[in-house]
C-alpha cells in the first residue's frame, strides 16, 4: 500500500529529496497563477490572485472570460489540470515529468481547443535566475508521491490557519496560496498604512502598503532575494518590524529568529513529531502575532473578539 493511500497526517517531507520536483511545479503553477493574474480584477494585497487549497489539491478563482468563466485546478490525487467553462467545456491534462516548456505548450494548446485566448508574460516571478516558462527545458521533475504529501501538509495547515485568522474582527485575508513565494499564507493587518520599503518590487510594493502579521507554511524553497532555507518550516512576520520583535519569546521553544529572512520560523519535522501538530502550529502563530501587534503598538481590543467555541 502506498503512501498515497495511507492518508498520513503529517507526512514526511525533505526538501532536498523533492527539490527538483518543487522547482518543476512551482514553475507549472506559476503558468496557472499567471492566467488568472491576466483574467482576475485587482483585489487589494493581490488576494485575486491567490489560489485556494481544494479536498483534491488547489483551484483559481472563477476567472470571467467574455459571456462565460472557467476555472484551473490542480488535482493531486489522481494528478491532473482540469480547465472547466460555466459552458460546459473542459479540458484535461495530466500532471506527469514533463519539461516546464512542454506544459506550458500542452497548456495553452488546450485553453485554445477550448476558445480561451490569455495571453501570460512568461516571465516567472520570485524565482532566482529566471528562465522564460515557454523555453525552460530544465526542469522536468514531477514525484507524484513527493507532491501528494505536500498538499497533505497545505491542507492541515489550512485548516489551522482557518482557526487562526476567525478571532480578529478587523482585516484578514483569505487562506492562499502564493504561486510566486509558494507558500499558503494568511494575514492580518492593524488597519493603518504602512511606509513602502525602499526598492522593493512592484508585488511587494502592493502587498505591504499597510500593517500586517503573516504566517504560513513554507516547503523551503529559495525566496525572491534569493536566501534559502532547506527544510520546511512554518513562518511568522510583522510588517514593518517594531524594534524588540526579533528579541521576543515566542512558544513553543523550538520556534527561532531569522535575521537573514525578518521571520520566524518554526521547523516542520518539529511539529511533524509533536504529540499535537496542530496546537502547535496556532500557539507559534498566535504567539508571534501576540508579541508583534503589542510591540508595534496595534489597538488589539478594538481588532480582536472572542473566539467562539
Given at each position: 500500500m502506498?503512501?498515497?493511500?495511507?492518508?498520513?497526517?503529517?507526512?514526511?517531507?525533505?526538501?532536498?529529496?523533492?527539490?527538483?520536483?518543487?522547482?518543476?511545479?512551482?514553475?507549472?503553477?506559476?503558468?496557472?497563477?499567471?492566467?488568472?493574474?491576466?483574467?482576475?480584477p485587482?483585489?487589494?494585497?493581490?488576494?485575486?490572485?491567490?489560489?485556494?487549497?481544494?479536498?483534491?489539491?488547489?483551484?483559481?478563482?472563477?476567472?470571467?472570460?467574455?459571456q462565460?468563466?472557467?476555472?484551473?485546478?490542480?488535482?493531486?490525487?489522481?494528478?491532473?489540470?482540469?480547465?472547466?467553462?460555466?459552458?460546459?467545456?473542459?479540458?484535461?491534462?495530466p500532471?506527469?515529468?514533463?519539461?516546464?516548456?512542454?506544459?506550458?505548450?500542452?497548456?495553452?494548446?488546450?485553453?485554445?481547443?477550448?476558445?480561451?485566448?490569455?495571453?501570460?508574460?512568461p516571465?516567472?516571478?520570485?524565482?532566482?535566475?529566471?528562465?522564460?516558462?515557454?523555453?525552460?527545458?530544465g526542469?522536468?521533475?514531477?514525484?507524484?508521491?513527493?507532491?501528494?504529501?505536500?498538499?497533505?501538509?497545505?491542507?492541515?495547515?489550512?485548516?489551522?490557519?482557518?482557526?487562526?485568522?476567525?478571532?480578529?474582527?478587523?482585516?484578514?485575508?483569505?487562506?492562499?496560496f502564493?504561486?510566486?513565494?509558494?507558500?499558503?499564507?494568511?494575514?492580518?493587518?492593524?488597519?493603518?498604512?504602512?511606509?513602502?520599503?525602499?526598492?522593493?518590487?512592484r508585488?511587494?510594493?502592493?502587498?505591504?502598503?499597510?500593517?500586517?502579521?503573516?504566517?504560513?507554511?513554507?516547503?523551503?524553497?529559495?525566496?525572491?532575494?534569493?536566501?534559502?532555507?532547506?527544510?520546511?518550516?512554518?513562518?511568522?512576520y510583522?510588517?514593518p518590524?517594531?524594534?524588540?520583535?526579533?528579541?521576543?519569546?515566542?512558544?513553543?521553544?523550538?520556534?527561532?529568529?531569522?535575521?537573514?529572512?525578518?521571520?520566524?520560523?518554526?521547523?516542520?519535522?518539529?511539529?511533524?513529531?509533536?504529540?499535537?501538530?496542530?496546537?502547535?502550529?496556532?500557539?507559534?502563530?498566535?504567539?508571534?502575532?501576540?508579541?508583534?501587534?503589542?510591540?508595534?503598538?496595534?489597538?488589539?481590543?478594538?481588532?480582536?473578539?472572542?473566539?467562539?467555541?
Amino acid at each position: 500500500m502506498t503512501l498515497q493511500h495511507q492518508g498520513t497526517q503529517w507526512p514526511t517531507l525533505p526538501y532536498d529529496e523533492w527539490q527538483a520536483t518543487q522547482a518543476t511545479l512551482h514553475r507549472w503553477m506559476q503558468i496557472v497563477g499567471k492566467v488568472t493574474l491576466e483574467g482576475t480584477p485587482f483585489l487589494n494585497e493581490w488576494w485575486n490572485v491567490g489560489l485556494t487549497v481544494t479536498s483534491r489539491g488547489m483551484t483559481t478563482p472563477l476567472i470571467p472570460y467574455g459571456q462565460e468563466a472557467f476555472t484551473i485546478a490542480f488535482d493531486f490525487i489522481d494528478h491532473t489540470l482540469s480547465i472547466d467553462v460555466t459552458d460546459g467545456r473542459t479540458g484535461r491534462l495530466p500532471l506527469r515529468p514533463q519539461s516546464v516548456a512542454s506544459f506550458y505548450l500542452e497548456f495553452f494548446n488546450t485553453l485554445e481547443a477550448l476558445g480561451i485566448d490569455m495571453p501570460i508574460n512568461p516571465m516567472p516571478v520570485e524565482i532566482v535566475d529566471p528562465v522564460s516558462l515557454d523555453f525552460d527545458e530544465g526542469n522536468d521533475a514531477y514525484d507524484a508521491d513527493a507532491v501528494y504529501r505536500w498538499w497533505r501538509i497545505l491542507f492541515q495547515t489550512e485548516k489551522v490557519l482557518q482557526r487562526y485568522r476567525s478571532s480578529l474582527a478587523g482585516k484578514s485575508s483569505p487562506v492562499l496560496f502564493f504561486w510566486g513565494s509558494f507558500d499558503l499564507a494568511a494575514t492580518r493587518f492593524s488597519g493603518h498604512p504602512a511606509s513602502l520599503p525602499p526598492g522593493a518590487p512592484r508585488f511587494m510594493q502592493l502587498a505591504e502598503d499597510q500593517e500586517n502579521i503573516a504566517v504560513g507554511f513554507w516547503p523551503g524553497n529559495d525566496n525572491y532575494a534569493g536566501v534559502p532555507l532547506g527544510e520546511p518550516a512554518f513562518y511568522a512576520y510583522i510588517f514593518p518590524e517594531p524594534p524588540g520583535f526579533k528579541e521576543a519569546t515566542i512558544r513553543p521553544a523550538e520556534a527561532a529568529y531569522r535575521p537573514e529572512l525578518g521571520q520566524f520560523l518554526l521547523p516542520y519535522e518539529a511539529v511533524r513529531q509533536a504529540p499535537a501538530p496542530e496546537g502547535m502550529i496556532l500557539d507559534f502563530f498566535q504567539s508571534v502575532y501576540d508579541a508583534g501587534s503589542s510591540l508595534a503598538g496595534w489597538d488589539r481590543p478594538r481588532l480582536e473578539m472572542e473566539r467562539v467555541p
